[in-house]
Nanobody, 113 residues
Framework: QVQLVESGGGLVQPGGSLRLSCAASGSSINEMGWYRQAPGKQRELVAVIRTGGSSNVADSVKGRFTISRDNAKNTVSLQMNSLKPEDTAVYYC?????????WGQGTQVTVSS
């Protein structure tokens, strides 16, 4: 069993920045990443980072968002810069351990003036 604790969401103006963090319990965590879901839209991958440090980010956030992880602390972070209104969504932390996916409760990010 893996439990995830997310933090860092909130309200920010367009062009602003937020940093999301997710701490995972347990051991042998493999892939860690962030997804988001806006009202009326499907959940989509934002960024993912693997044990070895390789990462991928969605085209919609490339150049603005950066994902990182601390394997020793079992944490993953998402630095979000130059935020746009279309980034407004509930952001979910997801980790993979073995064949299982574990999801955080979600944290709201609202970009509005």
């Amino acid at each position: 069993q893996v439990q995830l604790v997310e933090s860092g969401g909130g309200l920010v103006q367009p062009g602003g920045s937020l940093r999301l963090s997710c701490a995972a319990s347990g051991s042998s965590i493999n892939e860690m990443g962030w997804y988001r879901q806006a009202p009326g839209k499907q959940r989509e991958l934002v960024a993912v980072i693997r044990t070895g440090g390789s990462s991928n980010v969605a085209d919609s956030v490339k150049g603005r968002f950066t994902i990182s992880r601390d394997n020793a602390k079992n944490t993953v972070s998402l630095q979000m810069n130059s935020l746009k209104p279309e980034d407004t969504a509930v952001y979910y932390c997801k980790v993979v351990r073995g064949i299982y996916n574990y999801w955080g409760q979600g944290t709201q990010v609202t970009v509005s003036s």
